[in-house]
């Protein structure tokens, strides 16, 4: 009897819990300056509710407050109304009960209807295989094209996840948190939601890298809390002056994030001491009337460098010419007391919330801002072509287009003056592709600022570049290489499909007509025989090869004239070839994979140390079962660690290191400091009497009295590394060890 009523209590709070959190959903729409539309909310918010009832997340908590939590970031951190607010309360009734997308037009209308049966394709289509997870993301980023709101509701779903996600097990959190910080922060970062994707890249950090996380953050804390004597005393004179020209404003201080510290500190090996640019101090302003917001950014900036000393490479205008996410400001960094570089942003409340909400945003002031407006249809066109290139590999697809999410970007000029903008990096040849597609195929290189260059010379912001062509280039295989727009890279690749398709076709008629004049069958048995003989892998290859002349058609003839191999002894040759080489591998990953310890499978022998990141014992790692039976350990923050997961969520293999003392890895660290006698003999000192390490090789160069040394060193473990290297950061002269993480041997 107790039992029951303390079920019906519980039943009874877990009500009163989700009333009460739909009721703040309710509050916080009505807050909103959208067409109050309340009915249709609370309509679906009952629907999926009574769709959810009795169901759990796997916190405990009843899953309708997931739909909830997602509907309440779309209202408030994006800023969409209604239509979104529904779609995300009802997001995951197809997927996870009886209802369809036809029960939910019927009762919402087609709209709803198509947002939700777009969420739910990129839901059920998230999975269980490679292909899959990137396909997964290929049709989501589709939606796109039909209606950019379902990517929104898609990135509000995923940072609740992400803020939920202490409940799902460690192998699920990274798969999870890599998936996010490869797609869904750049993604964001392109729809223009900074604090959105902030916070995704953070989330992601914390349980990629915890340790680190949370000691990056303790320090930030920290230096948050020792400098804000040092705001307050940079801002009093910027307040009373923008008081006294009659401005009505905001100044917040904010310092750089977790992921972004860290982030700076893995890109340019240095500490968290050597980051100068941790505070910045945001002024929003309203804008007076019958002013342009350009001119009043730039008279702002003239006021605070009547006071401050303003650095002139660090002047960064978004006004003049928006970033492609729609995104307005004017940075500049100034000298503030006590000699500390502090960043200044100024916007006004119109590019604030644009700033912060992004697309959405933007939307709403589209007709303020025709160039940014402009910037942002572009690039979804831009997005929506790269989708409709034919056969296009998915994998392929995700890398190209996260490539283009994130990168930074140039603006360049054609010969007539009309701006285009590229990514940072963007040769000549991605400049013709931009143009038009004819005039990449037959570019044959250009003019920058009116001097001659080859097509693969790289652009810098501000050039202006004329394209040459000719009618009888065609695009070549080294193109790849020095191209980095995913348009550029499509193109190139589609015109290498058409011809390979075409020598496919002449091949096949040319094996054909051989075997009608040797009175052989075409078939798979003799086109088998022929591959066998002439070593070779897919019929593809043959047709390709006699097309091109690679291949003579005589050799082919022999190669039909020989008589098969007992099928017996052919398979045990085989057998014995593959065994013998897979033998010598495992023998040899057999030695290492004595230091790593695989969670879940029976047999932890077949392990291969990743050489892009080279991971040592004692640093975090992660196990990726990709190719056949191997596993493959890298880094958890390694980059290629972060892509591969993301796209192969399920081979995920976690792995940990057990003690040893026995094996040896390879590691280097970098190192500089004032010059002085006897300092490489004291750091090679210090090394040589380390019972635990060796050296490999050992290089200095000197320079203006400062030098800089790289050394190879084979060590058993993290431990052991670390301690070398603040033995060797306390020598007098030192200023600077690390640990160089990716090894290029």
């Known amino acids: 009897m107790e039992e029951n009523i303390s079920q019906k209590e519980k039943e009874k709070a877990e009500e009163e819990m989700i009333e009460q959190a739909f009721q703040e959903l309710l509050n916080d729409y009505l807050a909103t300056k959208h067409r109050k539309r309340v009915e249709i909310i609370t309509k679906a918010f009952n629907f999926a509710n009574q769709a959810h009832k009795g169901i759990k997340r796997r916190s405990g908590e009843p899953y309708i407050m ?28 197809v997927e996870d009960t009886d209802y369809t997308v036809e029960d939910i037009a019927n009762l919402f209308g087609p709209k709803i209807a198509s947002l939700v049966d777009g969420l739910t394709k990129i839901s059920e289509v998230m999975g269980s295989n490679t292909t899959k997870q990137a396909e997964s993301f290929r049709k989501m980023i589709l939606t796109l094209a039909d209606d950019v709101r379902v990517i929104l509701i898609k990135i509000a779903d995923r940072l609740h996840n992400m803020r939920t996600l202490d409940s799902m097990p460690e192998h699920k959190q990274v798969k999870i948190a890599s998936e996010t910080l490869y797609i869904y922060a750049p993604l964001a970062h392109r729809m223009g939601l900074h604090a959105i994707k902030t916070e995704l890249e953070d ?64 890109r340019r090996h240095i500490s968290f001491e050597e980051i100068y640019d941790l505070l910045a101090v945001r002024i929003v302003f309203d804008p007076k009337d019958n002013q342009p917001e350009k001119w009043q950014c730039w008279n702002i900036y ?40 502090i960043e200044v942003q100024i916007r006004s409340r119109r590019m604030d919330e644009i700033a912060e909400k992004g697309l959405a945003a933007h939307w709403k002031y589209k007709g ?58 963007a040769s000549v040849l991605d400049f013709a592709y931009d143009i038009h597609t004819e005039i990449g195929n037959s570019c044959i290189g250009g003019k920058v ?8 010379h790289r652009l810098q912001s501000g050039d202006q570049v004329e394209v040459l062509t000719s009618d009888k280039q065609k695009p070549q295989g080294d193109w790849l290489d020095f191209i980095v727009t995913a348009k550029a890279r499509n193109n190139i690749l589609m015109v290498f499909r058409r011809e390979k398709k075409e020598q496919i076709r002449i091949g096949t008629t040319m094996f054909e007509k051989l075997l009608e004049d040797m009175k052989l069958p075409f078939g798979a048995e003799n086109l088998n025989k022929a591959l066998l003989h002439l070593k070779l892998q897919h019929k593809d290859d043959l047709y390709v090869s006699l097309a091109k002349g690679h291949l003579d058609i005589e050799e082919v003839r022999k190669a039909l004239k020989k008589k098969s191999e007992n099928k017996f002894v052919k398979y045990w040759k085989l057998q014995f070839f593959k065994s013998d080489k897979d033998k010598s591998v495992q023998d040899k990953d057999e030695k290492k994979g004595e230091v790593i310890n695989d969670i879940t499978a029976d047999d932890a022998s077949d392990f291969i140390i990743a050489p892009c990141c080279n991971p040592i014992p004692g640093d975090d790692v992660v196990g990726m079962k990709i190719d056949g039976d191997k596993i493959t350990v890298h880094k958890r923050k390694c980059p290629e660690a972060i892509r591969l997961m993301s796209s192969y969520g399920d081979k995920i293999v976690p792995v940990k290191w057990v003690s040893h003392k026995i094996m040896s890895f390879l590691a280097v660290i970098k190192l500089n400091g004032i010059d002085s006698t006897g300092i490489v003999s004291d750091i090679t000192m210090i090394i040589s009497k380390e019972s635990n390490v060796n050296m490999r090789t050992v290089h200095f160069e000197t320079k203006d009295g400062i030098f800089e040394g790289m050394i190879h060193l084979y060590v058993h473990n993290t431990a052991d590394l670390n301690n070398l290297m603040m033995k060797i950061a306390s020598l007098k002269g030192v200023e600077n060890v690390s640990r160089v993480e990716n090894l290029d041997i």
Not at 220 to 225: C, F, L, N, Q
Not at 449 to 456: A, E
Request: net charge negative; hydrophobic share 35%.
């Open 203 to 266: 989330l992601s950090l914390k349980y990629e890298n915890p340790v680190e996380y949370q000691e990056l953050e303790k320090r930030i804390h920290d230096y948050r809390d020792e400098h804000t004597g040092l705001y307050q005393q940079f801002i009093a004179p910027i307040r009373e002056r923008l008081t006294e020209n009659g401005y009505h404003y905001d100044i917040t201080a904010r310092t750089k994030s977790v992921y972004s510290v860290w982030s700076k500190m893995q």
């Open 449 to 456: 600022n009116h001097k001659l260059v080859p097509m693969s």
């Open 66 to 93: 997931h739909p909830i939590a997602v509907a309440k970031i779309v209202c408030n951190e994006i800023g969409l109304g209604s239509t979104s607010i529904c779609s995300a309360l009802l997001h995951d009734v």
């Open 302 to 341: 003239s006021l605070i460098t009547d006071m401050y000393s303003p650095k002139p490479e660090r002047i960064r205008d978004w006004v003049s010419v928006p970033k492609a996410n729609g995104y307005e400001a004017l940075h500049l960094t100034v000298m503030g007391p006590g000699g500390k570089w």
């Open 368 to 425: 303020d801002n025709a160039e940014a407006s402009n910037e942002v249809d572009k690039w979804l066109a831009g997005i929506k072509e790269m989708l409709e290139q034919p056969g296009t590999d998915a994998l392929e697809f995700l890398d190209e287009f996260k490539l283009n999410l994130f990168a930074k970007e140039i603006r360049v000029f054609t010969p007539k003056g009309e701006m285009r903008t590229l990514p940072k990096g």
